[in-house]
Structures are given as C-alpha cells and as structure tokens.
C-alpha cells in the first residue's frame, strides 16, 4: 500500500522567512496530493493540493511542487506570518475522492 | 458548501463499554465515508472506508471486531469501539467526498477512555 515520508518534523523560522516541507511516497498509482494545515484538536484544513498532471501550482504565499518521476511533492509558504504555525500535513491519494494516508506531519513555529 | 458533522465532539466511557460516535454528510450524499484515529501529537491514520450499504474495508492491523462501522443510509456512518480500553483513547474523524469532488472532515470527536 501507498507510504508518505514527510520531512522535516519540526521547523521553526523567523518571521518573513520561507518555509519547506517535503513529502515523498511510494505508490506510483497516486494522483493527488492535497496539504493540510491542523490547529490542535480540530479538523484538518486544505490549503492547497495538486494532481499528477501539474508540476506546480500556486496560491498567493503558498506553492506546492510535483516531481512524479521522483515520487515527491513539496509545500512552499512565502513571507511566513506567526499565524502560519501550526502543524502541516501532506497527503496522497488515487483520486480526489478516495482515501487519504498521510504523512507524518511537520509542526512549524515562525517567530515574530 | 458541503458540511460533514460528527457527534459526540467529546465523549468520556469507563473500560469495557462501547461507546458510539456519529459521522453524518449534511446536504450531500455520501456513499463512502473515512475513517481516521488521530493519537496526540501523531498523524492521521486511516482506520477504515465506510461503504454505504455493504461492509466497511479495514485496513491492516485495524480490528474490525472492535471499531464496528455501520453506514446505513447515503448520510451517515457510525464507528462503534467496542469494549473500550484506554490505548483506544483518541481523536476519531471521518471524511466524505461532497461537490465538486471535495473532501470534506468531521469535526472530529475526542474519545478518552477511563
């Protein structure tokens, strides 16, 4: 079955400065690759996601980039502010519909 | 836009009782619903897909003895932990896919086990 490897677990930058998460997985068969941001004890927010037939995608501070050959995928945020900590998750999935296995999560801290 | 409530948000049982929790698609059909455990500080781990009408999928090393699920109608689906220990304390959540191929999260429910 599908496997997401999402690194680094902790990231703590300064405030202004640009954060990367990356996210690698195993299942060729994976075709969408939404992220989500999660404040403690509540449900799991989209920010962004992407499917198999883009390599890259844009939202104002927030960018997500596919390399499908090299099964990874990775989340960008620009001009980090103190109310982007929280903790990220990527995700793959076969469709936009199906079932999700996450990676392990990134918690990022951005001071002022 | 779609809404996905689960109910109870937080929900206390003595070891041994089953305790039930709710996953309810509020106007839209949803004949596949998720379900997630989430232990602190950890991620979300599917547990199981709830198939409207016919038994849920389990995945790998999910006791489907004890997280029974039932999704009866095109609204809900309900997990059930049987016989309830503390190691099943946990955040519960489910998905369903809305409009516009959407997925859409519960609010989640805390279950903690006493």
């Known amino acids: 079955g599908e496997n997401v490897e999402q690194h680094p677990s902790t990231l703590s930058v300064q405030e202004g400065d640009s954060a990367v998460i990356k996210c690698t997985y195993s299942d060729s068969a994976s075709n969408y690759f939404p992220w989500y941001k999660q404040e403690l004890g509540k449900r799991p927010q989209l920010i962004i996601d992407i499917r198999s037939n883009v390599g890259e995608k844009k939202d104002q501070r927030i960018a997500v980039t596919l390399n499908k050959t090299a099964k990874h995928f990775s989340l960008h945020i620009t001009e980090t502010q103190p109310e982007d900590s929280a903790v990220y998750f990527c995700?793959?999935?076969?469709?936009?519909?199906?079932?999700?296995?996450f990676g392990t999560g990134t918690r990022l801290q951005v001071f002022p | 836009g779609a809404v996905v409530s689960q109910h109870p948000s937080r929900v206390i049982c003595k070891s041994g009782t089953s305790v039930k929790i709710e996953c309810r698609s509020l106007d839209f059909q949803a004949t596949t619903m998720f379900w997630y455990r989430q232990f602190p500080k950890q991620s979300l781990m599917l547990m199981a897909t709830s198939n409207e009408g016919s038994k849920a999928t389990y995945e790998q090393g999910v006791e489907k003895d004890k997280f029974l699920i039932n999704h009866a109608s095109l609204t809900l689906s309900t997990l059930t932990v049987t016989s309830a220990h503390p190691e099943d304390s946990s955040f519960y959540i489910c998905?369903?896919?809305?409009?516009?191929?959407?997925?859409?999260f519960g609010e989640g429910s805390w279950l903690t086990v006493v």
């Open positions: 995700a793959a999935s076969i469709t936009n519909t199906d079932k999700l296995i």
């Open positions: 998905s369903a896919s809305g409009t516009g191929n959407t997925i859409y």
